[in-house]
């Protein structure tokens, strides 16, 4: 039944009864307000005639059988129960759609939470079990969502016969599509034939001809989905093909579009799989074939990812390129662990290095690490002897705290804490994997679940 053959009754004075009016009032149904005070309730709440230039029939008077005759949905919010439950018995016994508005037990059916953005209608329901979750979710989507993407939806399907002869090809069209969502704040304040006349002036200008799609290298963060930019989101629903690195966890995988291809290219200890020239090729490739393909890596992209290779192969095969950055995993670990990688108290500055490096040497340590600096090593796993006897034999505190942090931020994590002389126990007794981050420096005293305090420096300390 479309909204316009509808003529729903809503009973009550109440905001409740107010806030559905509210919900109906943009659609074409036919609205019938009963209640002794609706006028005023209608004017106070903005939804007048006047106020919605939407026509109403009100009735500032008590409820009566008659009313139900010609409804198709029936509305309860009048504010005591004697009313309630007479217009409830005898909805039901002309079998008509009743709602008890904010009683689920009562109703016989339940609204959606909802909003419209233009032709784009959301609506979200709990089925009553949830109307708080339900009504928070909404706002959250709204405010995602500008106002002006309404105009720009309108003026989208009004063009849309002539962007397709425009831009023939499914994939590019898709792709220009998509592009309009990403910019549509650009089109606020504007009205719908101005917006119409853009519209078909971008799909002119796009590379229609172009043989190749585009590239984004995007943060996949330390592991937890939920710190996933909304940014990386949506490139991960847009995407044809999603090229992924062994540290991107499933979770994450999980919000891809469902019919995207996944190609994994990770890298074992002891197996380099297709190696990075193999990576580079695949990414080229797949753009050359005129498909968006998002290159996704754990943590940041541009931090120790190999991100200036890729972008180079790109840049030589003249591809659009955008990096989307992500949370690297040594931020998502101090907020697990709570530890202020730079305190007044302890450091004031904070370096990051990888534990292996290109040919297999190491960093001059004694300029990393020591008093006042906070030292936080990727990959430094199975190099952890060398760190610290490195580290120690350039005069760093044997004592100097040190955290191990494996799985960072996501279920399955697991905190190790020592100090620097006790780095190759914590790791070797605990049976440490990749991946996981070594935090070294005094700030690691201040984490969340340690009491230095009340330890010998050199206790192992462990939580899992």
Do not use: C
Not at 284 to 297: D, I, S, T
Not at 336 to 351: E, F, K, N, V, Y
Not at 372 to 382: C, E, P, S
Request: hydrophobic share 45%; net charge neutral; glycine share 10%.
């Amino acid at each position: 039944m479309t909204a316009e053959k509808h003529h729903i009754l809503i009973v009550g004075a109440t905001s409740a009864a107010m806030a559905k009016v509210g919900l109906f009032t943009p659609t074409q149904a036919r609205i019938s307000v009963i209640a002794p005070g609706a006028t005023d309730a209608l004017r106070e709440a903005g939804l007048l005639p006047e106020d919605t230039g939407r026509d109403l029939l009100v009735h500032d008077r008590p409820f009566a059988e008659d009313d139900l005759k010609g409804k198709t949905l029936v509305y309860i919010g009048a504010d005591d129960e004697i009313t309630e439950e007479r217009i409830l018995r005898l909805a039901n016994t002309r079998n008509l759609p009743v709602n008890v508005i904010d009683k689920p037990a009562k109703s016989n059916f339940t609204t959606p939470a909802q909003f419209a953005r233009g032709p784009l209608q959301v609506a979200f329901s709990s089925g009553g079990d949830a109307p708080v979750f339900v009504r928070r979710l909404r706002s959250s989507l709204e405010k995602l969502l500008p106002p002006s993407l309404g105009v720009l939806a309108a003026a989208a399907g009004a063009v849309r016969a002539r962007v397709k002869t425009i831009i023939p090809d499914g994939t590019r069209r898709r792709l220009f599509y998509d592009r309009l969502y990403d910019n549509a704040g650009t089109y606020a304040d504007l009205d719908q034939h101005e917006v119409e006349r853009l519209v078909l002036e971008a799909a002119k200008s796009h590379r229609v001809g172009a043989t190749t799609g585009q590239v984004q290298l995007v943060g996949a963060g330390p592991g937890d989905p939920d710190l996933l930019t909304i940014k990386a989101h949506r490139a991960l629903q847009q995407a044809d093909v999603i090229v992924y690195d062994r540290l991107v966890s499933r979770d994450v995988l999980a919000l891809a579009r469902r019919d995207a291809d996944l190609i994994f290219v990770g890298k074992r200890e002891g197996d380099h799989g297709i190696g990075q020239d193999g990576i580079n090729r695949v990414i080229v490739e797949e753009a050359l074939k005129g498909r968006r393909v998002v290159r996704l890596k754990g943590g940041d992209p541009l931090l120790f990812a190999r991100a200036g290779e890729e972008l180079d192969a790109l840049r030589a095969h003249d591809i659009h390129v955008e990096v989307v950055p992500g949370i690297s995993a040594f931020q998502g670990i101090a907020a697990t662990t709570q530890i202020p990688l730079t305190d007044r108290a302890h450091a004031s500055s904070i370096t990051l290095v990888t534990g292996h490096l290109k040919d297999g040497a190491y960093k001059d340590w004694a300029r990393l690490a020591g008093d006042g600096q906070t030292l936080a090593v990727y990959m430094g796993v199975k190099g952890a002897p060398k760190i610290s006897a490195g580290l120690i034999g350039e005069g760093v505190k044997a004592s100097t705290p040190v955290a191990v942090v494996e799985n960072g931020t996501r279920a399955n994590e697991r905190r190790f804490y020592g100090t620097l002389a006790t780095l190759p126990e914590v790791v070797a007794k605990n049976n440490v994997k990749s991946p996981a981050l070594l935090l070294i420096g005094d700030v690691v005293s201040t984490a969340a679940d340690l009491a230095w305090a009340a330890k010998e420096t050199d206790r192992l300390v462990a939580t899992a």
